[in-house]
C-alpha cells in the first residue's frame, strides 16, 4: 500500500496521478501529488516505477497500513528502492541480478 510521498524529492510531475489504475492520489494546487485514498492502493508498485525521482514508498503489505515516515525510509535506504531493483531508471543495473536475496528480506526484518 501506498505509504509516502517525499516532500524533498518530489518534482511535481504528476506521473504517480496519472498512472495509477485506482485513482489514489490527488494533486494540490502547487502540484504535489497527495495520498488521497489509500485504502483503494492495490499494491501494484507503479506509480513508485514511473517515478523518475525515487520520491514514493508502496509497501509490500497490500492490506495493512506501515506507518512509517519518510526520514526512517531515508535512513535505510528503502524509498524509491523498488524501482532500483526493477532496474527502471537510467543507468541503474538490476539489483536482483547481483543480490539474490529476496527483495521483501532486504527491506523488511523477518516476522516471528
Do not use: H
Amino acid at each position: 500500500m501506498i505509504e509516502v510521498v517525499s516532500r524533498q524529492r518530489c518534482i511535481e510531475c504528476g506521473l504517480c496521478v496519472k498512472v495509477c489504475p485506482t485513482n489514489v492520489f490527488d494533486r494540490t494546487e502547487t502540484g504535489l501529488p497527495v495520498i488521497a485514498r489509500q485504502e483503494d492502493c492495490q499494491t501494484c508498485f507503479i506509480c513508485e516505477a514511473y517515478c523518475p525521482v525515487d520520491a514514493l514508498y508502496v509497501s509490500p503489505f497490500a492490506d495493512m497500513e506501515q506507518k512509517v515516515t519518510e526520514e526512517e525510509l531515508i535512513a535505510v535506504g528503502i524509498i524509491g528502492s523498488w524501482r532500483e531493483t526493477v532496474g527502471w531508471g537510467r543507468g541503474r543495473t538490476r539489483l536482483a541480478e547481483i543480490d539474490e536475496t529476496p527483495f521483501i528480506d532486504r527491506i523488511l526484518p523477518r516476522r516471528s
